[in-house]
């Protein structure tokens, strides 16, 4: 098993409805993959942790590297884990309407993530919490 996490900038601001379609279709995808993680989306950035295969994260982060709603690509992680963190793929961000994804089966909010119950080392759960830390502030 191996995970990734990577940071990135969106071209331009996602309202609802398109975070709503990203994540469906990543969902869909991912499950064809057996991929599992979590996307956290908040003012500026992108971060994803991926589980997986290591060939298949491979070719998947060259595909997200060529994805035009985002640039500016950083690879926080790469690594071999011993088990999934995140058996559910999960997105997190601010909806500015959290009832239309209520419904939405592994739909959480940046305060509902917790990662101290997960697998993760300890130093993968310092960068997460300081990076959801930094989604969580209000832009000025």
């Known amino acids: 098993m191996h995970h990734l996490i990577y940071l990135s900038t969106p071209t331009q601001p996602l309202n609802d409805a398109e975070l709503h379609a990203l994540l ?15 996307l956290f989306y908040g003012p500026g950035h992108f971060l994803q942790l991926l589980e997986g295969d290591e060939i298949t ?9 060529t994805d035009v709603r985002h640039h500016s690509l950083v690879k926080l992680a790469d690594k071999s884990i011993a088990g999934r963190s995140f058996l559910d793929w999960s997105m997190a961000f601010r909806p500015l309407d959290a009832a239309l994804f209520d419904y939405v089966h592994g739909f ?9 119950r997960t697998g993760l080392s300890r130093a993968d759960v310092m960068l997460l919490d300081m990076l ?6 209000t832009p000025e």
């Open 24 to 38: 469906t279709t990543a969902r869909a995808k991912n499950a064809e993959l057996d991929v599992t993680g979590m």
């Open 57 to 65: 994260l491979a070719a998947l982060y060259e595909q997200i590297g």
């Open 108 to 116: 959480k909010t940046l305060e509902e993530v917790d990662l101290t």
């Open 132 to 137: 959801r830390a930094h989604l969580l502030q």
